[in-house]
């Protein structure tokens, strides 16, 4: 099969050929990682720029060493330190990325829409690295990665997704990728988090945590978006954690084989316990190792892809 999509801008309009060959080609990306030098030339003389307006730990590193074992000319642009600070626009920014050879370009931006309207205007790649609410795509590819590395099969599989699904990018994409894959998908938080019209995509919401939680192969804990407090959709993170926040003894509700996720940063002691964050159930860390190979193959696929033909 043939990649035929110039961008990655999210798992909504991805079929679900293109998110399995996309895991396929982690698999194949995840075996160069393994080797003593970890480099191929697949992306020689292309040259990516990351393009990142808003904080970034895993995302940002984890694409730049994808870029580097891929063989790229990376560039990081911190608009902090760029024309932005000037009044330059988001547009004429790109432009003149592009204008000096950028093929790829990796975006993260708080405005939803931001790498679709890249995608419209230029005719580089654009990857989005999340857009406000909207998506995440290369955390949902990688999730779904680490999933199916430790289940094998993502079809069957009950998933619940628990906290701030609202205003969560993240918990979008995983939405869009679990359920075109064949899982059961569930979101439980409290009901100011919950967007009033998710059912209509075919997913269970549940108000308890401890009903959520009921059989389930996979818990996503999302991050609380300390912000929220602020904004009245929440009384307090005490209450929070209290309410939904992920202990040993509710993990025990799920299957016995379990696996926790979470797309980081952890809140420790809000959103999950320390103990939960480092137990043997816990797969945060292999997620954020999977991220390199699944940004590997989402960097090669575009670049090669037959939109670019
Ligand atoms: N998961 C995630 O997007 O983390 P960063 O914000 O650190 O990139």
Do not use: C
Not at 151 to 158: C, M, T, V
Not at 241 to 260: Q, W
Not at 267 to 292: C, F, M, P, T, Y
């Amino acid at each position: 099969m043939v990649f035929e999509q110039k961008h990655i801008l999210g798992l909504e309009e991805l079929s679900s050929d293109e998110i399995r060959l996309i895991l396929d080609t982690a698999e194949s990306m995840k075996e160069v990682s393994e080797r003593d030098v970890k480099k191929v030339p697949a992306l020689k003389g292309v040259t990516v720029v990351n393009l990142f307006f808003e904080p970034s730990t895993r995302t940002r590193a984890s694409f730049e060493i994808a870029e580097k074992r891929l063989s790229a000319d990376v560039l990081n642009f911190t608009p902090t330190e760029s024309s932005v600070v000037k009044g330059e626009t988001l547009l004429d920014t790109a432009r003149n990325l592009e204008a000096m050879g950028a093929s790829v370009i990796v975006i993260r931006h708080a405005m939803s829409g931001a790498p679709w309207l890249l995608s419209r205007e230029l005719s580089s790649s654009i990857v989005n690295a999340g857009d406000g609410f909207h998506e995440h795509p290369s955390q949902a590819l990688l999730d779904l990665f680490t999933v199916r590395e430790v289940k094998k099969e993502i079809s069957g599989l009950k998933i619940v997704i628990v906290g701030d699904v609202s205003h969560s990018r993240v918990a979008r994409s995983n939405i869009w990728g679990f359920i075109k894959l064949g899982a059961e998908v569930r979101v439980v938080g409290p009901p100011t988090m919950i967007p009033r019209d998710i059912e209509k995509v075919d997913v269970r919401v549940y108000y308890d945590i401890e009903d959520a939680l009921e059989g389930v192969d996979v818990v996503m804990m999302l991050r609380l978006q300390k912000e929220r407090q602020e904004s009245g959709l929440l009384p307090s993170l005490r209450e929070y954690s209290r309410f939904y926040g992920l202990t040993r003894e509710r993990l025990r509700l799920a299957k016995e084989d379990v696996i926790v996720m979470h797309p980081g940063p952890i809140n420790r002691g809000v959103e999950l316990s320390s103990e939960v964050a480092d137990d043997v159930h816990s797969v945060i860390l292999d997620q954020v190792s999977n991220g390199i190979a699944v940004r590997m193959a989402m960097l090669y696929l575009v670049a090669s892809s037959g939109g670019n033909a």
